[in-house]
């Protein structure tokens, strides 16, 4: 028994030494880029690279005066809030249409819908600048809101279908018989019971909207610019800045990642579509 203990216990320190070194893989990247936005740019082109040294701020000073960092960063916030939003308000109420009067064809649209998503950036960028270009929405605020709100929907529909499709029926029936209005039903008696979903739909949607690169680049303007495309600034006559990258970056995700913890338990829940909170 004693040896069968030890070797149990042997195992399960090499599980977690090979977590943490997939771990460590995985965040090399943003380690890096992190110590790349406290060198100089001496330092950072030094080999071997220089593991010990004085940080400096100055990158981070630098994006707040040689670019117009504070207004990319406003309008990342308000597009992404308001497409977001939008996007969450509307599917839930498709999502409900969908579980609760079931139109014919219902599974083959939630396919299609799901669909969606899976079409690369590349494939649709040039159909949809000639678009916004010909509707005179290319670089309004808008055009970008309405733009990612309906590339958020889709899978919004598709979360939230799971979560509702767990609330009885009879909730709807009951209120129906004692006189209450549809409207009533929906967002008085579904929508508390389907939080968790509306916020894990809210945050999966937020991701997408705030690390979105490629349309930011293209359809948008100087006017309505968010923070992703901003990075590409760094690129000057000596060639890409790595340390305005990297403390772009690092400002970049810092929303996200707190984000992330304070609802990561919701996040859960919306990739299972709501089968662990109803457990």
């Not at 899976?118 to 678009?131: H, K, Q, R």
Request: net charge positive; with cysteine; proline share 5%.
């Amino acid at each position: 028994m004693e040896g069968r203990s030890q070797k149990t216990g042997f195992k399960r320190r090499l599980y977690h030494l090979l977590l943490w070194a997939i771990s460590i893989g995985f965040f090399s990247p943003i380690i890096w880029m992190i110590i790349c936005s406290l060198k100089t740019r001496e330092q950072i082109l030094t080999l071997p690279p220089e593991w010990l040294f004085v940080p400096t701020l100055n990158d981070y000073i630098g994006l707040f005066h040689m670019f117009n960092f504070t207004k990319e960063l406003m309008n990342s916030i308000f597009m992404s809030l308001s497409a977001v939003i939008i996007a969450v308000v509307v599917s839930f109420l498709a999502a409900y249409s969908f579980s609760r009067f079931k139109p014919k064809g219902t599974d083959l649209i939630m396919f299609l819908l799901l669909s969606m998503r899976m079409v690369p950036a590349a494939a649709v960028v040039v159909p949809i600048y000639l678009l916004y270009s010909a509707a005179g929405w290319k670089g309004t605020y808008s055009g970008m809101i309405l733009f990612y709100a309906m590339f958020s929907i889709p899978f919004s529909v598709w979360i939230l279908k799971g979560f509702i499709d767990g609330v009885s029926q009879r909730f709807d029936e009951t209120a129906l018989v004692s006189g209450g209005s549809r409207m009533h039903i929906i967002f008085r008696m579904v929508m508390p019971q389907v939080k968790p979903g509306l916020i894990a739909a809210f945050i999966f949607n937020i991701i997408f909207v705030w690390n979105e690169f490629t349309f930011a680049s293209i359809v948008t303007t100087r006017y309505a610019k968010t923070l992703p495309p901003r990075i590409t600034a760094a690129l000057g006559p000596e060639g890409l800045d790595w340390g305005m990258v990297g403390a772009a970056g690092f400002l970049l995700i810092i929303p996200v990642v707190v984000l992330f913890v304070l609802v990561r338990n919701y996040l859960l829940m919306g990739m299972t579509f709501g089968v662990l909170g109803r457990k």
